[in-house]
């Protein structure tokens, strides 16, 4: 089960570029038997080193924007490293609560846009040469037929962003993977496509440069405070790697709608089983 999932774990982020540290707390809290101040950092570090792999394989193919990743990365990882130093402060019983309400709230927002009454998925029509124009949709127009706003074009290089919201967005993301070891790859992704205005294909590659940066910054600042089992770790990172080369090749040629029902409807079952869990542990 630890081979499969550690496999899975790699797949994720190859696929959308993020669910990995869904899946590498409860794999290392429960399948391990690691305490959860040992299993948050420990994922920190499994993730870091599977989105290096997922990085270097996207940039192969062109679908990395350096710029904005770059640029996304050096707000976030400040707060990563933040979080994670006030982590250690955080009694050990809310941890893996407090997970799993951030998983329902990612499994949420993964449902809602994978249901969001698209017939094809805009971001596909991008990725594979059609329209460059991104429509967005309220989730229940399909009812109505209104729109949300106006068309949203895909941003070229040149065209400025909206920095105001990149920045809350940033500073989000990387306090809450740094606190929790969770919630980075999603959040970036989606922030990549609603803020930035990046297709869904550039967006998933150029998450991996931040999702990394943000694990390596978390994880410096829970090293203060947590032992870690090096040996265990490596193997799960390297169990993630055939995953995450399966997922990039794989994340080419799937709908994008029907990974993110896909995964959305796995993370909730992830964070349920957890609640109950620690809620039947305290009982």
């Known amino acids: 089960m630890i081979i499969f999932l550690s496999i899975l774990l790699g797949l994720f982020l190859g696929l959308i570029g993020g669910g990995g540290s869904v899946l590498a707390v409860p794999l290392l809290r429960y399948g391990m038997d690691l305490d959860t101040e040992t299993a948050i950092p420990g994922a920190l570090l499994v993730v870091g080193l599977a989105s290096l792999v997922g990085v270097y394989l996207h940039a192969r193919g062109g679908r990395v924007r350096w710029h904005e990743g770059l640029f996304f990365a050096a707000l976030s990882t400040p707060a990563a490293y933040a979080a994670g130093r006030i982590a250690g402060f955080i009694p050990e019983p809310m941890r893996m609560p407090l997970f799993a ?13 994978g249901r969001d009454g698209r017939g094809r998925n805009a971001e596909d029509e991008v990725d594979s040469g059609g329209s460059a124009d991104l429509q967005v949709r309220s989730g229940s127009e399909s009812g109505s037929g209104s729109t949300a706003g106006a068309d949203l074009e895909v941003r070229t290089p040149e065209e400025p962003v909206d920095k105001p919201r990149l920045i809350v967005a940033a500073l989000s993301v990387g306090a809450l993977t740094g606190c929790l070891g969770v919630g980075g790859g999603i959040m970036v992704t989606s922030a990549l496509v609603v803020v930035l205005r990046l297709s869904m294909k550039h967006a998933v590659g150029t998450s991996l440069v931040v999702v990394a940066s943000n694990a390596f910054a978390g994880l410096a600042g829970h090293i203060g405070h947590a032992e870690l089992p090096w040996g265990k770790l490596a193997l799960v990172a390297a169990l993630a ?18 990974l993110r029902l896909g995964l959305g409807w796995a993370v909730m079952l992830i964070a349920a089983a957890v609640l109950w869990r620690e809620m039947s542990g305290a009982w």
């Open 241 to 258: 790697v055939p995953g995450c080369v399966l997922g990039t090749r794989l994340g080419a040629r799937m709908p994008k709608k029907w």
């Open 101 to 113: 309400m951030a998983l329902i709230y990612f499994a949420y927002r993964l449902i809602r846009r």
